[in-house]
Nanobody, 114 residues
Framework: QVQLVESGGGLVQPGGSLRLSCAAS????????MGWYRQAPGKERELVAH???????NYADSVKGRFTISRDNAKNTVYLQMNSLKPEDTAVYYC????????WGQGTQVTVSS
C-alpha cells in the first residue's frame, strides 16, 4: 500500500520560510513525477510545483521564484522549500504522484499571517 505523509507546515509571518517534507512508502518517489499541491478554504486543489523523473522542475506562476521542489531518492522523500511567503500561500499542502495518483494524505497546514 502506497502512503504519503506530509509534514513541516506551521504558522509563519509574511516574508518567512518553511520547508515541507513528503515521505513516501510503498512506492519510490522517482518512479513518477511528484507534485506539491495546495488547497485553500473554499478553493479547489491546485498544483504548485512538480519534479519529473529526470529532475526537471516546474512551478505555478504564483510561486515561481519563491518555492523550490526537490527530491532525495535515498530518503524516498520530496521537499518543498517555501521562501518569501505571502498570506495568499495559506492552504493545506499535499503531495502526490502526477500520473499514478494514490490516496491523498492528511496534508500539512501552512498559515501565513502577521
Amino acid at each position: 500500500q502506497v502512503q504519503l505523509v506530509e509534514s513541516g507546515g506551521g504558522l509563519v509571518q509574511p516574508g518567512g520560510s518553511l520547508r515541507l517534507s513528503c515521505a513516501a512508502s510503498g512506492r519510490h518517489v522517482s518512479i513518477d513525477a511528484m507534485g506539491w499541491y495546495r488547497q485553500a478554504p473554499g478553493k479547489e486543489r491546485e498544483l504548485v510545483a512538480h519534479i519529473t523523473r529526470g529532475g526537471i522542475t516546474n512551478y505555478a506562476d504564483s510561486v515561481k521564484g519563491r518555492f523550490t521542489i526537490s527530491r532525495d531518492n535515498a530518503k524516498n522523500t520530496v521537499y518543498l522549500q517555501m521562501n518569501s511567503l505571502k498570506p495568499e500561500d495559506t492552504a493545506v499542502y499535499y503531495c502526490n504522484f502526477l500520473s499514478m495518483i494514490v490516496s491523498w494524505g492528511q496534508g500539512t497546514q501552512v498559515t501565513v499571517s502577521s
